[in-house]
């Protein structure tokens, strides 16, 4: 039996397109446009599989171009629509990848902002008194900005809240402790999103490889990877990123 006429038995008995992928070869679209021909779109739909994220207009795109491929009366024509559709699923999936990217880039300065903001409140600590004021007021959920003098009420609220020394050190430790998880932790969300980032621009050969065996591929244990699994490799974690934020 044929990859094409395995993918449409494992369609019609609702399997999920992640099975017919792994049993098949077959990429989403192919498996998209294959379901699209033999109307079959809300079948897989039902089946809660990975084509109901797919565009509907790539859908007919690719299904119309695998009607071509299947059913035109010249040679020349069915490979031209051959070349077209697997255009458009590379181009797809470079789409997917680049969402994704953009998506992580962005993490990676909002945590920088952070990281820098709390390093700096840290570093001003032991200065003056003043940032720990403005710390304290942020907690209580006072309007302070983040420099410039401080009104006399914010100083009168600080200083009656802490009436001596004791308390006064006591605060400064408990806001030191703070920051410093509050960094500690943001630089770890910083290495596992520059780790994610990582694996859809340049990923390491051996998670490619581990990758390929999983999904039942034959691949060398050393040597260069060809071009085309690291793609797919990079689509799939693109994905697997996408319904992770969703």
């Known amino acids: 039996m044929s990859s094409r006429d395995t993918a449409l038995l494992m369609l019609k008995s609702r399997r999920d397109p992640g099975e017919i992928k792994r049993a098949t070869g077959m990429s989403t679209g192919q498996i998209a446009a294959l379901a699209e021909v033999q109307g079959l779109s809300q079948t897989a739909a039902r089946s809660g599989g990975v084509l109901t994220g ?24 069915r490979r031209q629509a051959s070349r077209v559709r697997e255009l458009l699923s590379e181009l797809a999936g470079y789409q997917s990848r680049m969402i994704a990217e953009n998506g992580i880039r962005g993490e990676l300065a909002e945590i920088g902002r952070k990281l820098n903001r709390a390093q700096s409140k840290l570093s001003r600590l032991g200065a003056n008194s003043a940032a720990l004021i403005r710390d304290w007021a942020e907690e209580q959920g006072m309007m302070v900005s983040p ?58 050969a051996a ?40």
Not at 57 to 74: C, D, F, K, S
Not at 150 to 176: C, G, M, P, W, Y
Not at 222 to 231: D, H, N, R, S, V
């Open 147 to 204: 420099s410039g003098v401080l009104s006399a009420s914010v100083i009168e609220a600080f200083e009656q809240h802490h009436q001596n020394s004791n308390q006064l050190d006591q605060r400064r430790a408990i806001t030191v402790a703070r920051l410093q998880r509050e960094i500690a932790s943001l630089k770890r969300s910083r290495t596992a999103a520059r780790r994610r980032l990582d694996s859809l621009t340049n990923p390491p």
């Open 207 to 246: 998670e490619v490889r581990a990758w390929a065996r999983q999904q039942g591929l034959d691949v060398p244990v050393g040597g260069q990877l060809p071009a085309y699994l690291t793609e797919a490799y990079k689509d799939h974690q693109a994905k697997a990123m996408s319904e992770q934020a969703g």
């Open 54 to 77: 797919i565009d509907p207009t790539l859908i007919r795109g690719l299904a119309a171009l695998m009607w071509v491929e299947q059913n035109a009366g010249h040679q020349r024509v």
